[in-house]
């Protein structure tokens, strides 16, 4: 699942139960409000956490100086989960009233804002970017789509600046009288953190765009090292491209391809065609042990019974009604008993050039 | 212990078997190596060279093993297929070095001759490297085997060549200890071969036990010619006391010299004379086609040998460039030429007497020393048969304990009654009928040789080697009885006056027998040395495989012209703070330790101090 989606839809929960939770709240709710804030911002400690971890797992090859922020955030998320939680375990002092409780509410209803437009921009990042939406991760994505997705993190820094300067003036302006300080000063502890959270948050996703899409840009980090491609993408590539190498190195297999035969004799054909012979078989029988399937000879008569395994078998000509057919054999069939195919160790990109034999220069 | 390990450190292939002690019959295991940049995969054998990659020459990581992230020299089947194209950077034959008293084998001298200025390695250091490599196998293959790789769960028996001086072998003992392997034991590769043998016919469960195939009274000689070097060992078989579980008992009584001749001569022979046989067609190749030429003839060869329905083969030699139609030689080798050059250059039907010319500095060259000098294995095996019967003719134990038939006939050799093949050479029947044919033809006229058969001739000397160490552990099977595969002896300058242009002779007393077994201790009685305190003091040593007959204490005159000098030996006591350059006298105890090295203490007389002797690894010069 994308993590854009992801965002999408836990920003959508936050911003619906914030707003109309107060509006649809049962009576018999109403005095546990407090909790149901409290729970509500755990939810979101919990969401910054895992948002983190996806994003360090994602980044920390990549652009390892992106990580020293996501592990930040998800320290923070965790801070907030344990800070809530006791709020959460804890009865809240019955004099709290209704202006900080609406304090709280307008706090969380712009946070919870931010993290739909930042889900949006994410969404937008992932999914609608054009080529990035089948085997790309991020930093494929051309660089067209930059113009549109900086405007979101923009707005995104400016909107949790802008948070950051409300918490603060609201909770010296509105804080009652009868308020402990003690507990005021927790609440704007949590919320700051919140504030901070989402403030780093946007700082990565704007060092990130500058990353990946300006690209030349000497202020970012150079990317070094490949991006490896998630399990399901270019799989077998490597190893694919070891095995096309060896065939090459050993038995000029591509040479041989490659090459228009047309203008050549036979005999200049069939010299080359030793040279690739000796080669690919020496490698094929290093890495497979490969025998006929039927043992006996080509044109003699078959029965494929009813029980025989369908990958045995290839049945051509007049295939009509039900086992036990009879038959010519045509072609003995090949299989192999090993498959010991070398191991490739660095992920293939399969949509850059990759190297089969590189240039060969003699350093005289 | 859980299992017995054995380790083959071959001149150009490695291998490593395990054997689990509770039951099983040693098997090898794969061993993990690279194949190319990015690519690693498993072979049973590791080829014994090592590439020093050049800086940049590969992406970060991508010559990357499980067990070492970074590394810029290569070990393995990449290495060497690197190294044929850019030999200025490929050390090999390490193993031949390791045995050469001409150089210092501590000195980073390889590759031999490369103008690299620095990354050289020395002898050991690529000993020791190939052996950890070894080392980070096994423990990969014991995790899969047990979950956890615990060294200390096996016994590790590593083979050296019966023609190893001490020298050599306490190089290789050292080197094994510091690649992580700790003590190991030492055990000579004809030997090992010989254990897989009796191994083999045990695991098969045969009616034919392998004692059924010997007799009291034969004298097996063991032929090991691998890809570079060549080796042989004669085993006695013996009527075994009355009483015993076995009813033989099993004797290594010769060993013979290091050749440095083996089967990759004969392909550069082949490659050379079909470059030749092109250039008379009128097409000259270049160094780079040379190298494909040397495949395509390994692999003639191959062919031709086993099967003798072929006439000829075609050998087509591409261009290192792209074009493989247009630029493609082709010509062809016929039978009779590769049976010329490979069965009567190598194995000539020669005389018995008839023997290679005197011994040349080995080592210093690779390929072309040997084969310029003496080709013909035929010779080697007549020097190492005369040299092997003047041995026995030195003591008469062992001459007794050989059975007159060995001894008798007309030819001045110790006669063998039946063979055990080794090494990928003998894999061609062709060659092993010419051996068995020459070696009938010095016995006696219409005697036969018989052939022992052998496992699989690759493997054998590390399946051997593993097979040792569980019949050392569980005390069943049967020990070949060896000991010190020569006798070592320590030279006396004799006190007489100076007289300009005269050496005076050099007298040397013998300090360990051959035959010594393993875990024997003994004092020297009878010869004191007076060591100058704060200062090293050398002394000359001495060794020989041909004397049999001397006990400890046996003084030889003339120990320079009788005797093979091997590196001196040098002590250095502390200083004595009351008295400098006092002399202190002491006597010489020589131990043969429970693995197999060889350790000289000088003991002083009058308290408990001791000083152990050192090998003087420089170059005599």
């Not at chain 2, 026995?392 to 039946?418: C, F, K």
């Amino acid at each position: 699942m994308h993590t854009g989606y992801m965002r999408l839809a836990i920003s959508a929960i936050i911003a619906v139960a914030l707003t109309a939770g107060r509006l649809l709240m049962p009576e018999s709710l109403i005095d546990d409000y407090a909790g149901y804030v409290a729970m509500t911002l755990a939810g979101l400690g919990a969401y910054m956490v895992v948002e983190g971890i996806l994003m360090l797992r994602r980044t920390a090859v990549q652009r390892p100086g992106e990580s020293k922020w996501s592990a930040t955030r998800i320290l923070l998320g965790a801070f907030l989960i344990l800070l809530i939680a006791g709020v959460g375990i804890l009865p809240l002092p019955p004099e709290i009233g209704s202006v900080a409780e609406s304090y709280r509410w307008i706090a969380l209803a712009v946070l919870s804002v931010y993290v739909l437009c930042e889900a949006l921009m994410a969404r937008h990042r992932f999914v609608e970017a054009p080529g990035a939406d089948t085997n790309q991760s991020a930093g494929q994505a051309p660089r067209a789509a930059a113009s549109q997705t900086v405007k979101p993190i923009k707005r995104g820094l400016v909107l949790s600046v802008l948070m950051l300067f409300l918490i603060v003036s609201y909770s010296k302006a509105m804080t009652p009288d009868f308020l402990p300080a003690g507990l005021e000063a927790y609440r704007d502890v949590v919320l700051a953190a919140v504030a901070l959270l989402i403030l780093i948050d946007a700082l990565v996703a704007v060092r990130k765009q500058r990353g990946e899409y300006a690209g030349s840009s000497e202020t970012t980090q150079p990317i070094k090292a490949p991006r490896p491609p998630s399990i399901q993408e270019g799989a077998g590539y490597g190893e694919v491209l070891a095995f096309l190498s060896l065939l090459q190195e050993k038995g000029r297999f591509i040479d041989f391809v490659m090459e228009d035969v047309t203008t050549f004799n036979d005999t200049q054909v069939a010299a080359a065609s030793r040279v690739v012979h000796q080669g690919c078989a020496a490698v094929i029988r290093e890495y497979f042990e490969i025998a006929p399937v039927h043992g006996g000879k080509e044109g003699e008569k078959l029965t494929i019974d009813k029980g025989a395994d369908p990958d045995h078998y290839r049945l051509v000509g007049k295939v009509t009604g039900a086992p036990p057919f009879h038959g010519v054999v045509l072609h003995r069939g090949w299989k192999t008993a090993k498959l010991a195919l070398p191991r490739y160790a660095t992920p293939v990109d399969p949509s850059a050039p990759n190297i089969i034999t590189p240039v060969e220069v003699e350093v005289r | 212990m859980k299992y017995s390990v054995g380790i083959d450190l071959g001149t150009s292939n490695s291998c490593v078997s395990i054997c689990d002690l509770d039951g099983g019959y040693p098997a090898t295991i794969n061993i993990t190596q690279v194949l190319g940049p990015s690519v690693i995969g498993e072979k049973p054998l590791l080829a014994s060279v090592l590439y020093l990659s050049i800086e940049n020459e590969f992406g970060r990581g991508t010559l990357a093993l499980p067990w070492n992230p970074d590394d810029a020299a290569v070990i393995g089947a990449f290495a060497r297929e690197r190294g044929a194209l850019a030999p200025d950077r490929l050390v090999s034959s390490a193993k031949s070095w390791l045995c050469n008293p001409q150089v210092d084998r501590h000195a980073p001298i390889l590759p031999w001759k490369s103008e690299l200025e620095e990354g050289k390695l020395s002898p050991f250091e690529a000993s020791r490297r190939y052996l950890e490599h070894l080392r980070q196998a096994l423990e990969q293959a014991l995790v899969a085997r047990s979950g956890t790789a615990s060294l200390g769960d096996c016994m590790i028996v590593l083979t050296v060549p019966a023609s190893f001086d001490e020298v050599a072998r306490e190089l290789t003992h050292q080197a094994a200890r510091e690649a992580g392997l700790g003590n190991v034991t030492l055990l000579e590769e004809p030997q090992a071969a010989f254990y897989a043998w009796i191994a083999g016919s045990e695991a098969r469960q045969t009616v034919e036990h392998w004692s059924s195939e010997v007799r009291a009274g034969d004298l097996v000689l063991v032929c090991d010619v691998g890809g570079g070097t060549a080796d042989f060992t004669l085993i006695a078989v013996a009527a075994a006391e009355a009483g015993l579980s076995q009813a033989l008992e099993l004797h290594r009584i010769a060993v013979g010299e290091h050749i440095l001749l083996g089967g990759d001569n004969m392909d550069l022979a082949l490659a050379y004379a079909l470059k030749d046989q092109m250039s008379a067609e009128g097409h000259e190749i270049d160094h780079w086609q040379f190298l494909s030429l040397v495949h395509a003839a390994r692999a003639a060869k191959e062919r031709l040998l086993s099967d003798a329905a072929i006439a000829e083969i075609p050998i087509a030699v591409p261009t290192r460039g792209a074009s493989l139609f247009a630029n493609t030689l082709s010509t062809t080798l016929s039978r009779a030429r590769a049976m010329a050059l490979i069965v009567d250059g190598y194995f000539p039907r020669t005389e018995v007497t008839e023997l290679p010319k005197a011994r040349k500095s080995v080592g210093l060259q690779e390929f072309g020393l040997d084969y310029a000098t003496e080709p013909a294995f035929s010779k080697h095996l007549a020097r190492f048969l005369t040299r092997a019967r003047e041995n026995v003719r030195s003591d008469p134990a062992l001459a007794q304990l050989l059975g007159d038939w060995a001894q008798s006939g007309d030819a001045p050799i110790l006669r063998p009654s039946a063979v055990l093949f080794n090494g990928g050479v003998f894999h061609a029947e062709v060659l092993r009928e010419r051996v068995l044919e020459v070696l009938g033809s010095w016995v006696e006229p219409g005697a036969s040789v018989k052939e022992i058969k052998g496992v699989g001739r690759d493997t054998a000397v590390a399946l051997g080697a593993a097979y040792y160490g569980a019949a050392q552990l569980t005390g069943r099977g049967i020990k070949i009885r060896a000991g010190t595969s020569r006798s070592y002896y320590i030279g006396l300058e004799s006190p007489m006056p100076a007289v300009p242009g005269y050496t005076p002779p050099v007298k040397a007393i013998c300090i360990v027998p051959q035959g010594s077994e393993e875990g024997t201790e003994w004092d020297l009685t009878g010869a004191e040395f007076g060591l100058v305190t704060g200062e090293p003091v050398e002394f000359r040593f001495f060794s020989s495989a041909v004397r049999a007959g001397d006990r400890i204490g046996t003084k030889v005159e003339n120990a320079d012209k009788t005797l093979d000098e091997t590196s001196s030996l040098t002590v250095a006591l502390p200083p004595v703070v009351s008295e400098a350059q006092q002399v202190v006298p002491v006597t010489l105890r020589p131990i043969v330790t429970e693995v197999g090295t060889l350790e000289l203490w000088m003991c002083h007389r009058h308290s408990d101090r001791k000083w152990k002797l050192e090998f003087n690894l420089r170059p005599q010069k």
